[in-house]
Protein backbone atom coordinates (compact mmCIF):
# COMPACT_ATOMS: atom_id res chain seq x y z
CA UNK A 1 0.00 0.00 0.00
CA UNK A 2 1.43 3.12 -1.13
CA UNK A 3 1.67 6.10 1.87
CA UNK A 4 0.90 10.00 1.42
CA UNK A 5 1.11 12.44 3.82
CA UNK A 6 -1.05 15.82 3.44
CA UNK A 7 0.44 18.51 5.68
CA UNK A 8 -1.92 21.66 6.14
CA UNK A 9 -0.96 23.22 9.16
CA UNK A 10 -4.66 26.18 8.85
CA UNK A 11 -7.01 26.77 11.40
CA UNK A 12 -10.10 27.69 9.31
CA UNK A 13 -12.86 25.33 8.20
CA UNK A 14 -13.60 26.24 4.83
CA UNK A 15 -13.24 25.26 1.39
CA UNK A 16 -9.47 24.10 1.75
CA UNK A 17 -9.94 21.99 4.57
CA UNK A 18 -13.00 20.45 3.33
CA UNK A 19 -11.72 19.32 0.08
CA UNK A 20 -8.46 18.03 2.07
CA UNK A 21 -10.48 15.66 4.12
CA UNK A 22 -12.48 14.72 0.95
CA UNK A 23 -8.92 13.76 -0.91
CA UNK A 24 -8.05 12.06 1.54
CA UNK A 25 -11.41 9.64 1.52
CA UNK A 26 -11.18 9.50 -2.20
CA UNK A 27 -7.66 8.43 -2.12
CA UNK A 28 -8.36 5.78 0.71
CA UNK A 29 -10.80 4.44 -1.19
CA UNK A 30 -8.28 3.84 -3.80
CA UNK A 31 -6.06 2.32 -1.78
CA UNK A 32 -3.55 4.45 -0.34
CA UNK A 33 -2.99 5.30 3.09
CA UNK A 34 -3.10 8.62 3.98
CA UNK A 35 -1.66 10.24 7.00
CA UNK A 36 -2.89 14.00 7.55
CA UNK A 37 -0.24 16.16 9.70
CA UNK A 38 -2.60 19.12 11.06
CA UNK A 39 -2.33 21.71 14.10
CA UNK A 40 -3.74 19.53 17.62
CA UNK A 41 -6.54 22.35 18.54
CA UNK A 42 -7.75 22.72 14.59
CA UNK A 43 -11.45 21.82 13.31
CA UNK A 44 -9.36 20.13 10.42
CA UNK A 45 -7.84 17.80 13.26
CA UNK A 46 -10.71 16.62 15.14
CA UNK A 47 -12.57 16.58 11.42
CA UNK A 48 -10.11 13.90 10.65
CA UNK A 49 -9.56 12.20 13.94
CA UNK A 50 -13.37 11.86 13.60
CA UNK A 51 -13.23 10.45 9.91
CA UNK A 52 -10.64 7.57 11.76
CA UNK A 53 -7.52 9.46 9.16
CA UNK A 54 -4.03 8.25 10.45
CA UNK A 55 -3.48 11.47 12.07
CA UNK A 56 -0.37 13.31 13.31
CA UNK A 57 -0.06 16.74 15.86
CA UNK A 58 1.98 19.20 14.51
CA UNK A 59 2.66 23.13 15.11
CA UNK A 60 1.78 26.33 13.32
CA UNK A 61 5.46 27.01 11.64
CA UNK A 62 6.90 30.30 11.67
CA UNK A 63 6.92 32.87 9.17
CA UNK A 64 10.47 33.01 8.03
CA UNK A 65 13.15 30.10 8.63
CA UNK A 66 11.66 27.96 11.26
CA UNK A 67 14.60 25.46 11.29
CA UNK A 68 13.25 24.16 14.19
CA UNK A 69 9.89 23.63 13.27
CA UNK A 70 11.36 21.97 9.85
CA UNK A 71 13.40 19.44 11.43
CA UNK A 72 10.49 18.53 13.61
CA UNK A 73 7.87 17.65 10.62
CA UNK A 74 10.86 16.23 8.36
CA UNK A 75 11.55 13.64 11.86
CA UNK A 76 7.40 13.48 12.26
CA UNK A 77 7.06 12.53 8.09
CA UNK A 78 10.18 10.04 8.29
CA UNK A 79 8.98 8.24 11.23
CA UNK A 80 5.36 7.80 9.84
CA UNK A 81 6.77 6.26 6.67
CA UNK A 82 5.78 8.52 4.28
CA UNK A 83 7.80 9.25 0.83
CA UNK A 84 5.06 11.65 -0.58
CA UNK A 85 4.03 14.76 1.36
CA UNK A 86 0.93 17.36 -0.40
CA UNK A 87 1.17 20.39 0.80
CA UNK A 88 -2.46 22.58 0.58
CA UNK A 89 -1.41 26.04 1.81
CA UNK A 90 1.10 28.48 0.40
CA UNK A 91 1.99 29.16 3.99
CA UNK A 92 3.40 25.67 4.50
CA UNK A 93 5.52 25.97 1.83
CA UNK A 94 8.35 27.47 3.62
CA UNK A 95 8.71 25.37 6.53
CA UNK A 96 8.04 22.23 3.85
CA UNK A 97 11.06 23.75 1.58
CA UNK A 98 13.62 23.86 4.94
CA UNK A 99 12.20 20.12 5.95
CA UNK A 100 13.26 18.64 2.61
CA UNK A 101 16.23 20.59 2.14
CA UNK A 102 18.04 20.43 5.47
CA UNK A 103 16.81 17.20 6.66
CA UNK A 104 14.62 14.87 4.46
CA UNK A 105 16.23 15.13 0.79
CA UNK A 106 14.19 11.92 -0.40
CA UNK A 107 11.03 13.88 0.63
CA UNK A 108 9.18 14.30 -2.60
CA UNK A 109 6.28 17.52 -2.25
CA UNK A 110 3.25 18.07 -3.96
CA UNK A 111 2.18 21.64 -3.55
CA UNK A 112 -1.68 21.29 -4.71
CA UNK A 113 -3.75 24.17 -4.90
CA UNK A 114 -7.71 23.32 -4.56
CA UNK A 115 -8.95 25.55 -6.36
CA UNK A 116 -7.06 23.85 -9.88
CA UNK A 117 -9.20 20.93 -9.24
Given at each position: ??????????????????????????????????????????R???????????????????????????????????????????????????????????????????????M??
Amino acid sequence: MKKIGFFITSNGWGGLEMNTLKLAGWLRQRGYQISVFAVKDSRLYEEAEAAGADLHATELPGKHFDLVNARRISELVRSAGIKVLFVFDNRDISVISLAKTFFYKDLKVIYQQHMQI
